[in-house]
């Protein structure tokens, strides 16, 4: 079965210090990967996305992720958190022809001043 | 303008009430979806439409009917609400024509609260 796995439900790091969020999928296909952050009482919002090329993809507001096809991970990685990002982070796996994106669990990222 | 909107965004009522849910979106797209996050944050598809037809019917009770009555829209009907269907509602919608590869855009959820 076509799954997402988010191993922290909560992390906490200092502002300033980095982040690397965990990500591991099972699927038949060739997945596509996205993550999301849902900051409180939003709707989620794209940071990145993998479909294919390049193993490391850049997002918006500094994030970056690689895929790694032997590990069937997808982390998120952040080398410098701004106490802004405190919110929850959601890895999302979709394939060609399914209509259907299959969210993680989320984590929760808090960030200490 | 609001890409993804959902009205209302709170919706307070009582078991056995029915109630709806309306979404639109205007960014052209094809694909609309509906999906349910619990008091734990989980995220589960419920239903997803392309072109006003429907693809994917996540085993949901069929006290909850889906309307699309065009490609913008995608209403959400809840028959005799219970206890358990107090979560956050999220419309999303897609321009990926079942390739899978679209992001996905989300309103900002309607929180419906069954006392």
């Known amino acids: 079965a076509q799954s997402v796995t988010q191993p922290d439900i909560h992390i906490t790091v200092s502002e300033g210090a980095s982040l690397e969020l965990r990500c591991n999928y099972s699927?038949?296909?060739?997945?596509?990967l996205f993550w999301y952050v849902q900051s409180p009482g939003q709707g989620l919002q794209l940071l990145l996305k993998y479909f294919s090329g390049d193993t490391l993809v850049q997002g918006i507001k500094g994030f970056e992720a690689e895929f790694k096809r032997s590990q069937s991970s997808f982390n998120l990685r952040k080398p410098s958190v701004h106490w802004s990002d405190a919110a929850e982070y959601f890895c999302a796996v979709s394939t060609s022809g399914t209509y259907k994106y299959i969210f993680g669990t989320g984590t929760r990222l808090k960030v200490l001043a | 303008d609001t890409a993804v909107s959902q009205t209302p965004k709170y919706l307070v009522t009582q078991m056995g009430n029915d109630k709806s849910i309306k979404c639109e979106q205007n960014l052209g797209h094809d694909t609309m979806y509906w999906y349910k996050q619990d008091s734990k944050k989980f995220l589960k598809i419920m239903f997803s439409y392309n072109n006003k037809e429907l693809i994917i019917n996540e085993t949901v009770p069929n006290r909850f009917s889906p309307k699309s009555p065009d490609k913008a829209h995608l209403n959400l009907h809840i028959n005799s609400l219970e206890l358990g269907d107090s979560a956050v509602y999220f419309c999303?919608?897609?321009?990926?024509?079942?390739?899978?590869?679209?992001?996905?855009?989300f309103g900002e959820g309607s929180r419906l609260t069954v006392l």
């Open positions: 999303a919608s897609s321009q990926d024509m079942g390739l899978g590869s679209g992001e996905l855009f």
């Open positions: 699927y038949g296909a060739t997945p596509y």
